[in-house]
């Protein structure tokens, strides 16, 4: 069992960045691949950015591409999200989550077996 606790959400305006935390505890970080999604009011929750075990690959969704930085520390059982230029489209509640590892990056949320509470992020125009 992994339990994951997201932080650093919150209101912040147009441009600015926000970096994001999830911390882990339970089974060893370093076996699980890890994801951010994110689910805005009225839609449903999609990918947003994923790592894997070493952090040697990543991925990200095409709107977050050149704005969004996912990264881990396994040292610290944590894996970031640096966002950057925000827009008001990225107004949503953020989610962390972990699954089997592996040196590919699985972007489908079947493959996450482990999920955070969530964080809400607003961003005013």
């Known amino acids: 069992q992994v339990q994951l606790v997201e932080s650093g959400g919150g209101l912040v305006q147009a441009g600015d960045s926000l970096r994001l935390s999830c911390a882990a505890s339970g089974r060893t970080f370093s076996n699980y691949n890890l994801a951010w999604f994110r689910q805005a009011p009225g839609k449903e929750r999609e990918f947003v950015a994923a790592?894997?075990?070493?952090?040697?690959?990543?991925r990200y969704a095409d709107s977050m591409k050149g704005r969004f930085t996912i990264s881990r520390d396994n040292a610290k059982n944590t894996v970031y999200l640096q966002m950057n230029s925000l827009k008001p489209e990225d107004t949503a509640v953020y989610y962390c989550a972990a699954g089997a590892g592996g040196r590919l990056v699985i972007i489908s949320q079947s493959a996450y077996n482990y999920w955070g509470q969530g964080t809400q992020v607003t961003v005013s125009s």
């Open positions: 790592i894997n075990w070493s952090g040697s690959s990543t």
